[in-house]
């Protein structure tokens, strides 16, 4: 079986930082893509950045220049870098990982995993 553990949230004030970590575990083959996903009250959940296995990333306009995404593959672990943060960034953040994984004679995925999700506030 496979488990994203998520950390890092918090509360913050306007202008201020946070980090957030996401480490997948358990028998894992392979990761693909992997991922940062918010969802604020009353509002479905969004992509904010994504990341390839090769460092490829890309970015919801709302974030871009603000937040950085970066993975350590050893690690199994992607990270979420978010700085000048607003009100408007306040939401549940959930990781998201593309993994094929074993269990003895088998492969199976690659399939979507998600974190439980880390509330990020931000307010002064």
């Known amino acids: 079986q496979v488990q994203l553990v998520e950390s890092g949230g918090g509360l913050v004030q306007p202008g201020g930082s946070l980090r957030l970590s996401c480490a997948a575990s358990?028998?894992?083959?392979?990761?693909?893509?992997m991922g940062w996903y918010r969802q604020a009250p009353g509002k479905e959940r969004e992509l904010v950045a994504a990341?390839?296995?090769?460092?490829?990333?890309n970015y919801a306009d709302s974030v871009k220049g603000r937040f950085t995404i970066s993975r350590d593959n050893a690690k199994n672990t992607v990270y979420l870098q978010m700085d000048s943060l607003q009100p408007e960034d306040t939401a549940v953040y959930f990781c998201?990982?593309?993994?094929?994984?074993?269990?003895?004679?088998?492969?199976?995925?690659?399939?979507?995993?998600w974190g439980q999700g880390t509330q990020v506030t931000v307010s002064s």
């Open positions: 998201n990982a593309e993994i094929r994984w074993y269990n003895g004679n088998y492969y199976y995925g690659p399939a979507p995993y």
């Open positions: 358990g028998s894992i083959f392979s990761i693909n893509a």
């Open positions: 990341i390839t296995n090769g460092g490829r990333t």
